[in-house]
């Protein structure tokens, strides 16, 4: 090291210890972040090792500026004293913006079960939701107290190394100086590079197991947030939508000679009484988190009883993993497939021609714990829905606010309730949205409320949580009092008196995020579709019978199927079907995820999962009554060629509509 100059061995230094540092990170993440129990050591390895190819390449970008302000200046870096400055504040600055970034990436891992994506930007548009989020969930000020404590030790460090090499100087001729920066930038090039092959290191090579998690793994976070931004959402393809919209007209019975995805329905005989319609979002609840569909833990006695009472649907999928997602979807008709945000905060896509506005003669409400505002959910309402009354924070009679997202289920359900009973008392007709929230992190659960009581952590063991596949105690007994306040709330619109006219419809947003789920005898898990599987059941006695429908159903059917129940004269301008039409009977659902390091589409139909990614068009066929992942495609080529042909209809479509369904002028 003595003969390597002093501002080439300060720029390796700095390489190195950055390197170490997240490699060191790396190793936390190995120990504490992630579940590789079920993955072959082979695997694992070589994750790892492709892990510090990744931390190698960041290593050497991070200090890259720097680095080339040394190399031109050379041994006059350590004469002035702006070049001191600029070296500890770069190297403090580097370390800081690093570790924030692996301690975002930690939390969005545990939140999600997905490294750090583009994607997390999205809570950045409800800035102060998401930072209330974050401190009733984490430690924040002990945290920003340890930055602090480690800024402070970084840059102590940085002046160290700074002033180390500074009595390491020697004079050197311009034609070695010349060699040592031709080689070192050679080098840093090749740390970049990264690849003996012609091809650089791409985050696409972690992404070669069909075990997830040894993938996510493998990864950099921060080199994948900024790699991942090259899958954002892009406008509707005509010539696609163009080639493919015949496939899905013909699949929804529509004109295949002429767009018009226009479709009337009309009853000769309605009610003479206008039944009340009330849609009620279950956050997070995922049919794994209930012991109706095969949870150990019994989870959800009181859904399960009545969904013995219910019409319901078994293969009921949601399009995208997200609240929001959800939100928009049941309401607009429309999938969200937006590529880094939900379609709700896009202005040019929220003006949309839906069902729930149809709802002539209608007193129309939205019910939420918290603020309308949260991801430009009260645009997708009000700019939307005529005549929509929306109560959240500061609307309701009686208001204790829980945590982030405002008054907890219980209340939100009793305050509803106070409202709908003063319309049923003056006879006014009524369709409802409730979107409830205690079953989302942090999962602020009373000890007691009435028969509820909470269970406590010497109650359990984390042996009997994993069995239901439960990450954490909150996250059981958020779907209990989820359970406990649902049926409570039908006890209160018996008392009230709207019970008997009224079509209650119970959804699941999507499955919040769980351990590995071993009750589940189908490969949905494996091939991450299972956090698109949710509950959906209407309970109306007087209007639908007791029965399980095992058709193909999915989030943009809820209105189009509960208002043809309500019988009421609407026009489909969208995707959704009445699932009860017995006509409709080629029935598909339609999801959209991540696979392999991108964003996928997906279609479920007839016992088989067909994946493509919307970047490379990888296509993949599974039959989900495989015991594990492995792709059929080259054996069901036909099979495969008329998915493919469907999955693209729906995708296309999708964004056709969401430029060209705007409400006409009046």
């Not at 001729?173 to 012609?198: D, E, M, P, R």
């Not at 206008?274 to 012991?291: D, H, Q, R």
């Not at 319901?312 to 607009?332: D, E, N, Q, R, W």
Request: proline fraction near 3%; hydrophobic fraction near 40%.
């Amino acid at each position: 090291m003595k003969k390597i100059p002093n501002y080439i061995q300060l720029i390796l230094k700095n390489i190195f210890c950055l390197f170490l540092f997240v490699f060191l990170l790396r190793c936390l993440f190995y120990f504490f972040g992630i579940d590789l129990q079920d993955a072959s050591p082979e695997e694992v390895k070589r994750a790892f090792f492709l892990g510090i190819r990744f931390d190698v390449k960041l290593a050497v970008l991070s200090f890259f500026p720097l680095s080339m302000l040394i190399l031109i200046s050379n041994h006059r870096f350590f004469e002035k004293t702006i070049f001191k400055k600029i070296n500890s504040i770069y190297s403090t600055a580097v370390y800081l913006i690093l570790l924030l970034f692996y301690v975002f990436d930690f939390g969005y891992h545990e939140y999600l079960g997905i490294r750090l994506d583009a994607s997390s930007l999205r809570f950045l548009s409800n800035f102060k939701i998401s930072a209330q989020v974050l401190y009733e969930s984490y430690p924040v000020f002990k945290g920003l107290f340890g930055l602090l404590i480690f800024g402070i030790l970084i840059h102590r460090f940085s002046k160290y190394l700074y002033s180390s090499n500074k009595r390491n100087a020697a004079l050197l001729s311009k034609k070695v100086k010349a060699l040592y920066f031709a080689t070192t930038f050679l080098l840093l090039c090749f740390g970049v590079f990264n690849s003996i092959t012609h091809y650089p290191l791409r985050w696409s090579e972690a992404f070669f197991s069909k075990n997830n998690k040894v993938n996510q793994f493998g990864l950099n976070p921060v080199l994948y947030f900024f790699d991942s931004f090259a899958f954002r959402s892009e406008g509707v393809v005509m010539e696609d939508f163009n080639k493919y919209y015949p496939v899905l007209a013909k699949h929804l019975n529509i004109p295949t000679e002429k767009v018009l995805f226009e479709k009337k329905v009309a009853f000769a005989n309605p009610f003479k009484e206008k039944p009340n319609v009330i849609f009620v979002m279950l956050e997070s609840t995922g049919t794994a988190t209930m012991s109706a569909y095969g949870n150990p833990l019994h989870s959800t006695p009181k859904m399960d009883s009545i969904l013995k009472e219910s019409l319901s649907f078994s293969k009921f999928y949601v399009h995208k993993p997200g609240t929001a997602a959800s939100v928009f979807s049941s309401i607009t008709g429309l999938p969200d497939i937006d590529d880094v945000k939900t379609v709700s905060r896009n202005p040019l896509a929220i003006d949309q021609r839906i069902i729930f506005d149809q709802y002539t003669g209608y007193q129309k409400r939205y019910f939420l714990g918290g603020s309308a505002n949260w991801a430009n959910i009260r645009g997708v309402f009000q700019s939307n829905i005529e005549g929509l009354q929306i109560f959240e924070e500061g609307s309701f009679e009686e208001e204790i606010r829980a945590d982030v997202w405002g008054i907890d289920d219980y209340d939100l359900f009793k305050e509803s309730d106070k409202e709908l009973q003063k319309l049923h008392q003056n006879k006014q007709p009524f369709v409802a949205y409730i979107q409830t929230a205690t079953n989302h992190m942090p999962f602020t659960v009373p000890d007691q409320k009435e028969e509820f009581r909470r269970i406590l952590e010497h109650e359990i063991t984390d042996e009997i949580l994993l069995k239901g596949g439960f990450r954490s105690l909150g996250q059981l007994n958020g779907i209990r009092y989820l359970d406990f306040n649902v049926a409570r709330f039908l006890k209160r619109a018996q008392k009230s008196g709207y019970y008997n006219n009224t079509i209650f419809v119970f959804f699941g947003d999507h499955q919040g995020g769980m351990k590995k789920l071993n009750f589940i005898h189908n490969n949905e898990d494996a091939l991450e579709i299972q956090r698109h599987h949710v509950p959906f059941f209407i309970h109306a006695p007087k209007y639908v019978n007791t029965e399980v429908l095992d058709k193909y159903a999915k989030l943009i059917d809820i209105f189009p199927t509960a208002t043809s129940i309500a019988k009421m004269d609407y026009t489909n301008y969208t995707l959704g079907r009445n699932l009860l039409d017995t006509s409709y009977t080629d029935t598909a659902a339609f999801v959209y995820q991540d696979s392999k390091g991108e964003r996928a589409v997906g279609l479920i139909k007839n016992g088989y999962y067909l994946e493509k990614t919307n970047s490379s068009k990888k296509l993949s066929l599974y039959r989900l009554s495989d015991t594990g992942v492995f792709d059929v495609k080259d054996k069901y080529p036909l099979i495969t060629q008329r998915m493919d042909s469907l999955l693209s209809g729906y995708y296309h479509s999708t964004k056709y509509l969401y430029f060209n369904n705007k409400k006409l002028s009046k």
